[in-house]
């Protein structure tokens, strides 16, 4: 284990996350590069192969996120407490240390086992008032060098995604805001700002270092894979775009940046939320595989993921691989690298992952249905985005 509790190391996530799953820390080097150190929770230090959590932890594939409550794939004792980074505590950690020069690419990294000490825990909503609004809390103060290096950063890899194609959904995502009784109270929009993108940008990152690292180590392992879209959606997509007069047409060779060029080009006008869910349709569902063929949306040769092993299951596989490889891939754990179960262990996390999704929106959608109840019988104005054979989406 690397010693890493000198760093000045922060966790950033929402007011009301207990599953602490990521700190990071940042830092110029002398040679004007930033050095971005990602640590992820070290589930597999307390969950061993085949023990009866593991187990059940597989069964159930991922953590659900309901309306009103969270069922959680390991034990609260561990999802909540042990392996949660929380702050003043040390914490066993895998880390993944990168270097990035001023164009957003990693030019040196290292991934270790790791000891941390969080200095501090922030919230999405102060770090975004710190840095907007100058609206910084006392304790924040020494550790705002650190958050303005990140916020470089941030740009810098938002700039290298940009310039590789990446496909950048802006669907509105919404909260549903109950009473003690479940009772819905308000629909709130939840607003990505800098906060959020300085989490996500630095995890999309170590995501795909380590899926670059263990692709050279490793025949197979477990990647996060999106494929080109193609066929009838496509063609759909196209007559419709031309009917709507917005020309559109794809050479043989797909790349991500026709679809961002798209987007981009429909932004502010009416059409941009059609056009938004249609491109969406076109798509298919990113899911787990043994067969790494790149990430289509994302412009990446190679994903996959890492940085969720509290919630997600094949990012403790991911863990796993990773000790393998670091302890020079030891005959007697050879069968957690072995293919036939790293093909069956993607087909079973997506299909888990598919019924929690389902499950989250139907409570999302439930709730908001009850929450509209109220209004029944008044009129309201909508965009129609699509009309099926059973009806119409508003």
Do not use: W
Request: net charge negative; charged share 25%.
């Amino acid at each position: 284990y690397r010693d890493c509790t000198d760093e000045m190391v922060v966790t950033i996530d929402g007011d009301d996350a207990k599953d602490l799953d990521d700190a990071v820390h940042a830092k110029v080097l002398e040679n004007g590069n930033i050095q971005l150190g990602v640590h992820i929770a070290d589930v597999s230090h307390y969950v061993p192969v085949g023990s009866a959590i593991d187990e059940e932890a597989y069964a159930r594939g991922t953590s659900v996120y309901l309306v009103d409550r969270v069922l959680p794939m390991l034990p609260i004792e561990l999802s909540n407490g042990i392996c949660s980074l929380q702050a003043q505590e040390d914490r066993y950690a895998m880390s993944c240390l990168m270097e990035v020069n001023p164009k957003g690419e990693v030019v040196n990294y290292k991934i270790t086992p790791s000891i941390i000490h969080v200095t501090r825990r922030c919230s999405y909503k102060e770090i975004y008032q710190a840095l907007r609004e100058d609206t910084i809390p006392d304790d924040l103060e020494p550790l705002m060098d650190m958050v303005k290096t990140l916020e470089t950063l941030t740009y810098q890899l938002m700039g290298m995604r940009q310039r590789a194609g990446a496909i950048t959904f802006d669907t509105p995502e919404y909260k549903v805001l109950l009473d003690q009784t479940g009772v819905p109270q308000r629909i709130i929009k939840k607003d990505k700002t800098i906060a959020e993108g300085l989490i996500e940008q630095s995890m999309l990152l170590a995501n795909e270092t380590v899926a670059a690292f263990l692709s050279e180590q490793l025949d197979t392992a477990l990647y996060r894979i999106h494929e080109a879209p193609k066929g009838t959606k496509l063609e759909k997509l196209i007559t419709v775009l031309n009917h709507a007069g917005i020309p559109f047409d794809l050479p043989e060779e797909l790349e991500p940046r026709y679809f961002e060029e798209l987007l981009q080009s429909v932004k502010g006008q009416d059409i941009e939320p059609v056009v938004q869910i249609m491109v969406l349709r076109t798509m298919y569902q990113a899911k787990y595989s043994s067969q790494n063929i790149g990430h289509f949306g994302l412009a990446s040769k190679a994903y996959t993921h890492f940085t969720s092993p509290i919630r997600r299951y094949p990012d403790l596989i991911i863990h796993r691989l990773l000790r393998y490889v670091l302890q020079g891939k030891p005959k007697a754990f050879e069968t957690i690298a072995d293919a036939a179960y790293l093909t069956e262990a993607g087909e079973h996390c997506s299909k888990r992952e598919q019924i929690a999704t389902a499950a989250e929106r139907h409570t999302l959608d439930m709730k908001k249905v009850e929450y509209m109840s109220q209004y029944v019988g008044e009129a309201f104005e909508g965009h129609i985005s699509s009309i099926t054979h059973f009806g119409m989406f508003v």
